[in-house]
């Protein structure tokens, strides 16, 4: 026999039931509960208030049921199997008493069928009702207002014939009667089916194979796809010293339970570095859909990306962006909108790259109705607010840096997009290698090269390598070991395949440069306008401005959109937008137009303390007038914050003595490459000393603590782009902080070794706390030059496992200065327990070990 305890028990199973689907599921709920007369008037009419969020409405419900006991409590879990089993309700009576003494008492014991039968019919019968005087215009305007799905206003009609004592219910009961009866739920309409299986169709196309960046191979997605390390991001805040590990989801997870930020918002954001792979993660998402295989509580998939909506200039609605802008139907297409109207929780949307998106996100202004066209940034804010298409989920995905506290509030869920683990980098290169012994090759330089290693995490830089494989096995020097070094390697690659075949000895040299300087400086131009302007798909006429022909596209860098807007002449882009700022920074560097000074705007207004004020309006614009539109100057005011820092990490490793000949090679004039150098070191140092002086003053007694501002890391990643010993000491030497904090910084294994290259050479010994990123074993092993400046090392959630933690004890061993090391939330097991002993049992002065919360070893004198 069921009872209360039972319900008491199952209680955060309903929630989420009642929650997860929509609106349109929970009303569903209530209309099984007042035809069984569970709820009475009263309680109904408490739980269907307007704006409410629906988890507290859930909460309520539960409330109440359980005060009715357990017959109530019973019922209640029978509505909601019901509901969530989309069953068709008992059908009407044959035939009703034409003068039934309590119609309204009629219409609510069949309520759920009435609401079926209806579905489709509701707007003809409400012109009667208004015609023959039951409601008035107002009310009819209410029960019609554009956020109500088919389905709910028949229930608000219900709902005022219950209350009104003017005959409408009776009216009500005769129209029902005479409706034709549904034979099919609405989506499995003919219209709406063909529509289905056309959508299927298209998504499939367009996920199946995967353009690699350089749009020369397509590759079958399922043969090539690497599973991303996922996770649920937290805040700061959230992480107290015993914090569990935040959860890592597989892809098919998306969709899961935990980690809700607001249970009533309906967007998944996924959050993650440019590289990172988050439109690859998309596209298996549609594919895994399209082919049956996940994902199929959907019925509706549409991929939008940020980067071509925003190309899109005139007002648009609902219906334009799902029909003209996805996929259109063939037929019934009234129809099919409305079903996805009625439907909203049968609809998912994906939205790809909204840190390219140049409108900010902004929750002021509302738009409702989804057949009136707007704005194209105010349909996707209102889309990813809920005010349009409640109860649809969305996903979309974004670099951490464009993401407000205000877009923050209207997400459901937050994951971050790690990159790939160790055993990921191999995987792919094995999938994309399938050549005897080439792969093999391939992750032996891997390892012996951790600085190059340390790159691949990103999914990028293992296309990179991949491309590149034949450069990297073949190359008698060095290896490359900053990210400047990888793209110039790749564009010694496209300039020698574009080149005569007697080229390939001489490697990235003056002549291979020289004699398609001017190209890379056009392209150079384009890319610096584009990110200037918040463009990144550029049309034959911005081409033709900026003076790109077919020669230049032919290099490779320049590729087909991965998505044309309808009616468009195919569009080009970047390889990726990290491409469009190597080829900014390639242009500011060595073209005759750029002005010294003007670098200076790619460093000023970063710092902690900086105004919106500075941002906006850098110190250096010319004295008493503004930047000319067009220049230099006001393209770098007017790029993306987060663009800006890549583009001035490439210029750094252009500037730098290891590159000096091979600029010079290129006919610049060296006066202005030593003036430009000059320039980004003075403003890397400047930058640095502005971080560090706002730093407050040490609490008396207590060490000196700095909680590094994310603008540090990429000064820091700068800096090791120059590779230059001195320059990295000088920005140091002054440094006096007893604790360095760099949690949720997203430090991965190559900001380890750039912190590694700075760190090293500080005077003082510090407290380097990195917990809640993503070091892993690479990230460890980057981490070990510097490990002898360190008198504690903080790696608490990290995904580090036995073999990196035995390399770091090992390490160790030889640091006099090191005496606590944290390590919770890491994948450690008894293998490297031996290497903690030795650690312990070597090392005197050694204060504490903690590799565990339950189990923490601790040494001393």
């Not at 069921?2 to 209530?30: I, K, M, N, P």
């Not at 229930?155 to 005959?167: C, E, H, P, Q, W």
């Not at 390219?356 to 349909?379: G, I, N």
């Not at 900026?546 to 959109?561: N, T």
Request: proline share 5%; aromatic share 8%.
């Amino acid at each position: 026999m069921y009872t209360q305890d039972d319900f008491q028990a199952q209680r955060s199973q309903l929630v989420e039931l009642l929650v997860s689907g929509s609106l349109e599921g929970f009303e569903s709920v209530l209309d099984w509960l007042l035809s069984w007369e569970v709820l009475s008037w009263e309680d109904y009419e408490g739980l269907s208030l307007l704006g409410q969020p629906v988890s507290h409405l859930a909460r309520r419900l539960l409330d109440t049921v359980w005060n009715k006991g357990a017959w109530g409590c019973e019922l209640l879990t029978a509505a909601v199997q019901e509901t969530q089993a989309d069953r068709q309700p008992p059908e009407l009576p044959g035939c009703w008493e034409p003068h039934s003494p309590h119609p309204a008492r009629d219409l609510q014991s069949h309520r759920p069928a009435i609401v079926r039968r209806l579905y489709g019919h509701v707007e003809g019968v409400l012109d009667l009702t208004q015609a023959r005087g039951f409601i008035s215009q107002y009310e009819c305007d209410e029960i019609r207002r554009p956020i109500f799905t088919s389905s709910q206003r028949a229930r608000r009609l219900l709902d005022l014939a219950t209350v009104k004592a003017n005959g409408l219910a009776a009216f009500l009961l005769q129209c029902v009667q005479e409706l034709p009866v549904p034979l099919a739920l609405p989506f499995e309409d003919a219209a709406c089916k063909r529509y289905m299986s056309k959508l299927r169709t298209t998504v499939l196309a367009q996920s199946r194979f995967l353009s690699t960046y350089d749009g020369t191979e397509n590759l079958c997605l399922e043969e090539i796809y690497t599973e991303n390390a996922l996770e649920i991001r937290m805040e700061a805040d959230m992480a107290g010293p015993l914090q569990q590990s935040p959860a890592t989801l597989g892809l098919e997870e998306l969709f899961s339970t935990r980690g809700h930020l607001n249970e009533d918002a309906d967007t998944v954001l996924v959050v993650g570095e440019a590289g990172s792979g988050k439109s690859t993660l998309l596209q298996q998402l549609h594919l895994l859909w399209a082919s049956g295989r996940a994902f199929q509580e959907f019925i509706f998939v549409f991929p939008f990306s940020c980067r071509q909506l925003q190309c899109l200039a005139k007002p648009l609605s609902v219906w334009t962006l799902l029909f003209e802008h996805c996929c259109w139907p063939d037929l019934g297409q009234q129809d099919v909108f409305q079903v996805l109207l009625d439907h909203p929780e049968r609809i998912l949307l994906t939205f790809d790259g909204f840190d390219e998106f140049k409108f900010r996100f902004m929750d002021r202004e509302r738009h409702c109705c989804p057949t009136a066209p707007t704005s194209v940034q105010s349909l996707l804010f209102n889309l990813l607010q809920g005010n349009l298409l409640k109860n649809a989920r969305k996903v979309l995905t974004s670099r951490p840096d464009a993401v407000s506290a205000s877009l923050r509030k209207h997400v459901r869920t937050e994951l971050s997009l790690k990159g790939f683990s160790e055993e990921g980098i191999e995987l792919y290169l094995r999938r994309r290698h399938r050549e005897p012994g080439v792969a093999d090759r391939l992750i032996r330089l891997l390892r012996a090269t951790s600085a190059l290693h340390s790159l691949c995490h990103l999914p990028v830089f293992s296309w990179m390598v991949s491309k590149c494989h034949q450069e990297l096995l073949l190359q008698g020097g060095g290896s490359p070991k900053t990210t400047t070094d990888m793209y110039l390697l790749i564009l010694q690659h496209f300039l020698l395949h574009a080149s005569p075949p007697d080229s390939a000895a001489h490697g990235l040299g003056a002549g291979l440069l020289r004699g398609r300087f001017p190209t890379l400086l056009r392209l150079g131009r384009l890319a610096l306008w584009g990110l200037g302007t918040c463009c990144y798909v550029f049309s034959t006429k911005q081409l033709q401005a900026a003076h790109v022909d077919s020669e230049d596209v032919s290099l490779g860098f320049l590729v087909r959109a991965k998505r044309v807007v309808p009616g468009s002449t195919a569009p080009l882009e970047f390889l990726h937008v990290t491409f469009q700022c190597f080829f900014a920074a390639f242009y500011l560097a060595l073209s005759a137009d750029t002005p010294p000074s003007s670098l200076r705007h790619l460093f000023n207004g970063h710092g902690p303390g900086c105004s919106p004020l500075a941002r906006v309006l850098p110190k250096l614009c010319v004295r008493g007038s503004g930047c000319k539109e067009g220049s230099v100057a006001a393209l770098l005011q007017g790029a993306e914050l987060h663009n800006l820092q890549i583009t001035a990490a490439f210029l750094a490793g252009l500037l730098s003595q290891e590159r000096q000949g091979l600029l010079a090679e290129c006919q610049v004039s060296e006066k202005a490459l030593l003036c430009r150098q000059a320039c980004t070191r003075q403003c890397l140092a400047r930058s640095l000393r502005k971080h560090f002086r706002s730093i407050p003053p040490a609490v008396p007694g207590e060490a000196k603590s700095m909680h590094a501002m994310p603008s540090f890391i990429w000064l820091v990643r700068s800096l090791y782009e120059m590779q230059e010993e001195r320059l990295a000491w000088e920005a140091v030497r002054r440094l006096d902080v007893g604790h360095l904090k760099l949690t949720f910084c997203s430090v991965g294994p190559a900001e380890c070794a750039a912190l590694a290259f700075v760190l090293r050479h500080l005077r003082q010994p510090v407290a380097l706390q990195l917990d809640h990123n993503s070091v892993g074993d690479i990230g460890v092993e980057q981490l070990l030059p510097c490990l002898g400046v360190c008198k504690a090392l903080y790696l608490r959630d990290n995904n580090v496992s036995d073999r990196g933690i035995c390399k770091l004890t090992e390490h160790a061993l030889r640091c006099e200065r090191l005496q606590k090391l944290a390590l919770f939330n890491n994948k450690l097991t008894d293998g490297c327990a031996h290497s903690m002993a030795k650690l312990l049992a070597c090392k005197q002065n050694f204060l504490a070990l903690r590799p565990f919360h339950s189990f923490p070893f601790a040494g001393g004198k």
